[in-house]
């Protein structure tokens, strides 16, 4: 087996790629060792001690280093504790699978939508599916609605992309103008 690594825009992330499916539906992003606990392969990554992050996508893992880290020792622990899991076919979750697992939804809003903007919520939920989440998952994260109201649209950024320096300009350059070409009602994108 080999594992591709590949560079994001974030300094403290590397994405890494088993060359098979990570995750079946959706992702799942530990920020600390306590959350690490429902999955042996986070728990492991986050015992190297160096390990800050690690995300789950649908083909990928990115991992963040802690401050000061450097990615030349750290890169050949995460390797192996990757081989390790992926060789042995070890179950993602405890207890095999994501079911029992607490997990906030998706869905979970920052703000609530407005009955009355259905139709531009549905828009900007399609958007977020074909043309930004695929993008963002290129380079390690994620990012999921959280609520529009107002003309703003309340979005948070996961995995490589969560504390990335350049992850304000993506929010702010790059998404929003694309929302607001797209959707003229949306009039400002902000990180929930």
Same mark, same amino acid.
């Given at each position: 087996m080999f594992i591709e690594t590949e560079t994001t825009p974030n300094p403290a992330t590397l994405k890494f790629l088993p060359?098979?499916?990570?995750?079946?539906? @959706?992702?799942?992003?530990?920020?600390?060792? %306590? =959350? &690490?606990?429902?999955?042996p392969l986070a728990e492991a990554l986050f015992d190297?001690?160096?390990?800050?992050g690690v995300f789950f996508g649908g083909d990928f893992v990115s991992v963040t280093a802690a401050p000061g880290a450097d990615w030349s020792q750290l890169k050949p622990q995460v390797v192996a504790v990757l081989l390790d899991h992926f060789v042995s076919g070890a179950p993602l979750f405890a207890g095999g699978d994501a079911s @029992?697992?607490?997990?906030?939804?998706?869905? %979970? =809003? &920052?703000?609530?939508?407005?009955?009355?903007?259905?139709?531009i919520v549905a828009q900007i939920r399609e958007l977020l599916e074909t043309r930004i989440r695929p993008a963002v998952a290129n380079d390690g994260g994620d990012i999921v609605y959280r609520g529009y109201r107002d003309g703003v649209v309340h979005l948070q950024m996961q995995g490589a992309c969560s504390g990335c320096p350049s992850s304000t300009a993506t929010l702010k350059h790059g998404i929003e103008g694309l929302?607001?070409?797209y959707i003229?009602?949306?009039?400002?994108?902000?990180a929930a």
């Open positions: 060359g098979r499916q990570v995750m079946p539906a @959706g992702t799942r992003e530990f920020a600390s060792p %306590e =959350a &690490a606990e429902a999955s190297t001690g160096e390990v800050t @029992g697992l607490s997990v906030p939804p998706e869905n %979970e =809003a &920052a703000v609530e939508d407005d009955p009355a903007d259905a139709d929302l607001k070409h003229p009602e949306v009039t400002e994108v902000r």
